[in-house]
Structure formats: C-alpha cells, structure tokens
C-alpha cells in the first residue's frame, strides 16, 4: 500500500511539472568511507524518484529536492563522478566533502570512487 501511495503521489507531481526541466536534487550519504559528504545530481522530476530511491534505500542516505549546501563545504572543488550508483546512466553527480574533511582526504575518496576531481 505505501509503495502505492507514493507512485500516486510521484504521479501526480509529474503530472503538475515538466518533467523534462532538470533540478539540482542530493542525497547525503557516505562516498568511499568518508561520512561528511552531499551528492547533486541535475535531473528531472522522474529521474529523482529512482534516485531517491538508491540513495534512501541502497546508500541509507537522505534524500533532498535542494542542491547541497555550501556551508562548511571543503574548499578547493568537488569529485566529479557517473552517476550509476543511482542507476542513471549518463549523469554525473557532483559529490561535495564537508568539513573537517580536509582536501587531500577528499582527493583521496574521489580518486578511489572512480571519479574525478573538478578545481574550484
């Protein structure tokens, strides 16, 4: 019955949007040992709903409508990574290190993750 309800609701929100305009949404959960870290993806309406439900169910993470947060972001960029984990294909997710991460841990989880590191 839950799993009812809540294709009716994700329904009816794309139903009310267009779902093809891609939003920032994220899940916090950890990347590669590493705890202190927020995953954006750029996707539409639909493609959150298979998202969050890997990052809530697969990653037992938290899943969110809004980009991460800048607030005590590790400065010095983000890991660039495909976003397969969320079962999207051709997507990449900016993954994001928050303090007191420091820079070269955060280099370290991306580099061991498969991604790569963006300069910022």
Do not use: H
């Not at 939003?23 to 993806?41: K, N, Y």
């Not at 493609?47 to 980009?67: F, I, M, R, S």
């Not at 294909?89 to 989880?109: N, R």
Request: aromatic share 6%; with cysteine; charged share 20%.
């Amino acid at each position: 019955m839950r799993n009812l309800l809540a294709a009716v609701v994700g329904l009816a929100v794309l139903v009310a949007c267009d779902p093809t305009k891609k939003e920032d949404m994220s899940c916090t959960a950890t990347f590669e040992g590493v705890s202190d870290v927020c995953s954006q993806l750029r996707i539409t309406s639909a493609e959150g709903v298979v998202a969050e439900q890997k990052c809530t169910g697969d990653l037992d993470g938290t899943w969110t409508t809004n980009p991460c947060t800048s607030t005590n972001r590790v400065a010095g960029g983000y890991c660039k990574v495909e976003a397969s984990q969320y079962s999207l294909s051709g997507t990449d997710v900016k993954v994001y290190f928050y303090e007191p991460v420091t820079l070269e841990a955060a280099q370290a989880a991306c580099s061991s993750g498969g991604g790569t590191w963006i300069g910022g």
